[in-house]
């Protein structure tokens, strides 16, 4: 099972909107609604943002939405904020977990 | 309150059997439906699923490193044991213990422990 695809970094100004995609297979995330994303800031733990493709955790601002299309998942975040500036991982589950290749977001 | 947290060595020599342990709370892996993963980064990359079981001991397991993992419970100790043999420099990483939610991520995890594989 090879890493899920993602671009290796994306930028935006604050209170732009960034996207990352996710690319993967029929058999991973095209094949199952199980892609979820983390956020990892430096030295730090992963952070749940999004699961089941476009579900939030409690707490998660809104300003964080997932979806899909066919083979690619997608993480936007709407409206920049300093505290946005991590690295992001995708991951889907099909019968064993894949994470993806990992984005650096950078705030300009 | 659901915690969990990392423990073994921080360096082993290649060719040795490296054995961690995830010890949590909050929650139990005798409940229907709870799991605990394992994932590791190496320094400056991607995470890397390895390992996960179920309450019920059911066991997945990563399959480029199948033939080298084994994963355990001890549910009275809230516990779970992740054992990996014949390490390697390449193995050096970050590996964290997590909780798998209700349908397929991993919604609490643990703070990491740096493993080195050096001689």
């Known amino acids: 099972q090879s890493a899920l695809t993602q671009p290796r970094s994306v930028s935006g100004s604050p209170g732009q909107s960034v996207t990352i995609s996710c690319t993967g297979t029929?058999?991973?995330?095209?094949?199952?609604?199980?892609v979820s994303w983390y956020q990892q800031h430096p030295g730090k733990a992963p952070k749940l943002m999004i699961y089941d493709v476009s579900k939030r955790p409690s707490g998660v601002p809104d300003r964080f939405s997932g979806s899909k299309s066919g083979n690619t998942a997608s993480l936007t975040i709407s409206g920049l904020q300093a505290e946005d500036e991590a690295d992001y991982y995708c991951c889907s589950y099909a019968g064993s977990y894949v994470f993806g290749t990992g984005t650096k977001v950078t705030v300009l | 309150q659901i915690t969990l947290k990392e423990s073994g060595p921080t360096l082993v020599k290649p060719t040795q059997t490296l054995t961690l342990t995830c010890t949590f709370s909050?929650?139990?892996?005798?409940?229907?439906?709870?799991?605990v993963g394992w994932i590791r980064q190496p320094p400056g990359k991607a995470l890397e699923w390895l390992a996960l079981?179920?309450?019920?001991?059911?066991?997945r397991y990563s399959p480029s490193l199948k033939s080298r993992l084994t994963i355990t419970k001890d549910t009275s100790k809230n516990q779970v044991v992740l054992t990996m043999t014949n390490m390697d420099p390449v193995d050096t990483a970050t590996y964290y213990c997590?909780?798998?939610?209700?349908?397929?991520?991993?919604?609490?995890w643990g703070q990491g422990t740096l493993v080195t594989v050096s001689s």
């Open positions: 997590a909780h798998e939610g209700i349908l397929y991520y991993f919604d609490y």
């Open positions: 079981i179920y309450w019920n001991d059911d066991k």
């Open positions: 909050g929650f139990s892996l005798s409940t229907s439906g709870v799991g």
């Open positions: 029929s058999s991973d995330v095209g094949g199952y609604n199980y």
